[in-house]
C-alpha cells in the first residue's frame, strides 16, 4: 500500500523555524516527485512547492521562494520541509503528496499525508 | 500564471439528489484536469484525474466532464459521506499547481 506518514503537530514561537517530515512506503521514493501543500484554517488548498528525490531539484512557488526548503534523504524514503521566519499566519495544516514526474512539474496528487498542524503563536 | 475558479462557494442538496459542480480554467489546460474530495478533519483524496477518470474504488456516482476551460463535477445521488469540500486542479502547466478554492457540498 502507497502511504505517506508525516510528522507530529508543532507548536513554534514567531520567527522560530519549523522542520516537518513525510515518510514515504510502498513505492519507489525516486520515481515520483514529492508536493507540499498547505491549508490554513476554514481555507483552501496552497501548493507550496516540489523536490524530485531523484536528483534533488526543488521548485517552490513566488509565495515561499527563500523561506522554505525541501529536502529528501532517499536512504531513508523522507521529504522534509523546512520553513523560517514562522508568523502566525503560517498557523495551517501542512501536507505532503507524490505526484507523477511531468515535465510541467505538475501532475494530479495522489496520495497525500495525513497533514501535520503548525501552530505558531 | 493559471487561475482556476469554483462554483457556486457552496451547494445545499438533499441526500439523493444530483450536484453539479463547476471549474473554470483562466486559459486552456486541455484535459488536464483533477478532482479531490475532503472530509473535515482529513486529507484531500484524489477522485477524478484527466478530466473524466474515475480513480480505482471510487463510485460510479461521481463522474468528471469537460475539457479547455470547462469543466463539471457531478455526483449523480448523493450519499451521506458526499457531502465534503470538492477541489479542482490543473496540472497542464506548472509550477506553481493551481488549485480552485473549493466547493463545500452540504446538507440542504
Known amino acids: 500500500e502507497v502511504q505517506l506518514v508525516q510528522s507530529g503537530a508543532e507548536v513554534k514561537k514567531p520567527g522560530a523555524t519549523v522542520r516537518l517530515s513525510c515518510k514515504a512506503s510502498g513505492y519507489s521514493f525516486t520515481d515520483y516527485y514529492m508536493h507540499w501543500v498547505r491549508q490554513a484554517p476554514g481555507k483552501g488548498l496552497e501548493w507550496m512547492g516540489l523536490i524530485n528525490p531523484a536528483n534533488g531539484e526543488t521548485v517552490y512557488t513566488e509565495t515561499f521562494q527563500g523561506r522554505v526548503t525541501i529536502t529528501a534523504d532517499t536512504s531513508a524514503d523522507i521529504a522534509y520541509m523546512e520553513m523560517t521566519s514562522l508568523r502566525s499566519d503560517d498557523t495551517a495544516v501542512y501536507h505532503c503528496?507524490?505526484?507523477?514526474?511531468?515535465?510541467?512539474?505538475?501532475?494530479?496528487?495522489?496520495?497525500w499525508g495525513q497533514g501535520t498542524l503548525v501552530t505558531v503563536s | 500564471e493559471i487561475v482556476m475558479t469554483q462554483s457556486p462557494g457552496t451547494l445545499s442538496v438533499s441526500p439523493g439528489e444530483r450536484a453539479t459542480l463547476s471549474c473554470r480554467a483562466s486559459q486552456s489546460i486541455n484535459n488536464n484536469l483533477a478532482w479531490y474530495q475532503q472530509k473535515f478533519g482529513q486529507a484531500p483524496r484524489l477522485l477524478i484525474y484527466g478530466a473524466s477518470s474515475r480513480v480505482p474504488g471510487i463510485p460510479a456516482r461521481f463522474s468528471g466532464s469537460g475539457s479547455g476551460t470547462e469543466f463539471t463535477l457531478t455526483i449523480s445521488s448523493l450519499q451521506s459521506e458526499d457531502f465534503a469540500v470538492y477541489y479542482c486542479?490543473?496540472?497542464?502547466?506548472?509550477?506553481?499547481?493551481?488549485f480552485g478554492q473549493g466547493t463545500k457540498v452540504e446538507i440542504k
Open positions: 503528496a507524490t505526484g507523477a514526474r511531468r515535465a510541467s512539474g505538475a501532475s494530479p496528487l495522489d496520495p
Open positions: 486542479q490543473q496540472y497542464n502547466y506548472g509550477p506553481p499547481v493551481a
